[in-house]
């Protein structure tokens, strides 16, 4: 048996897409919980503009990610480092390297979930899970992501919103899309978006920072392909 459920593997794959398009620039260590200064909303088309402007002339990413996990039933967050790969026409590669080896490659309409402690990889369709796919309109910018989630400030005064504006993505339908919210933190200086935190229905939060970001390195397409290891099982997923 695979170590993962259904429920957590899909979750976890819904985040990874989320990614295709925001091409994070930095790791920042922590946030400061204070109350937010009272100051003139900004503009929510001009944010959005400006952050889609921003990424538009990205090809490729890659970078050295640390993910935070905070879930209710652990006392503790679940702390995971990695390193993680985009590339323009739907394609990832994430490579954990603590706490364990796992990866994930997305290619187009396919993803892969390979576990080597006990050799066995998944593989499903997004094709047939609609509500794992919607998430793949990052890819082509903000605005076309409407459709399927309503855009907006978040203005929770648990955030410092003094060189930052926090966007918030509710899924119109929680049915098809699974998530309570998704919060990008996008820095005033240059709209880069500086960390991507996802809600699920549960009171369960994931964060990621990246860190060591090279951009537009042609990364070839085989980068992208798995090729199992011998003796490791893939299963197809339905």
């Not at 790791?27 to 100051?39: C, I, L, P, R, S």
């Not at 005064?157 to 998704?182: G, V, W």
Request: proline content about 6%.
């Amino acid at each position: 048996m695979i170590k993962q459920t259904n429920l957590s593997f899909l979750f976890l794959v819904a985040f990874c897409l989320t990614l295709l398009f925001f091409f994070v620039p930095a790791y920042a260590n922590g946030d400061a919980k204070t109350e937010q200064t009272v100051e003139s909303q900004p503009d929510l088309e001009n944010v959005i503009q400006k952050v889609e402007h921003r990424y538009k002339s990205l090809k490729d990413f890659q970078a050295h990610f640390i993910q935070l996990a905070r879930i209710l039933s652990y006392p503790e967050d679940q702390r995971s480092e990695g390193k993680v790969y985009l590339k323009r026409d739907r394609m990832m590669r994430w490579d954990y390297e603590t706490p364990s080896k796992d990866q994930y490659f997305i290619n187009h309409d396919t993803v892969i979930f390979y576990s080597p402690d006990i050799k066995q990889a998944r593989r499903i369709s997004l094709t047939r899970h609609e509500g794992i796919r919607s998430p793949l309109v990052f890819f082509e910018g903000l605005k076309t992501a409407e459709p399927d989630y309503i855009l907006s400030f978040n203005n929770e005064p648990i955030f410092d919103r003094s060189t930052r504006h926090i966007l918030q993505l509710t899924p119109r339908n929680r049915e098809k899309t699974p998530l309570l919210k998704i919060l990008l933190f996008v820095d005033k200086s240059d709209y880069q978006v500086t960390r991507v935190d996802q809600y699920d229905l549960y009171g369960n939060v994931t964060e990621l920072y990246f860190q060591d970001v090279k951009t537009n390195q042609k990364l070839p397409d085989s980068h992208f392909l798995f090729v199992p290891p011998k003796g490791v099982e893939v299963i197809v997923q339905p």
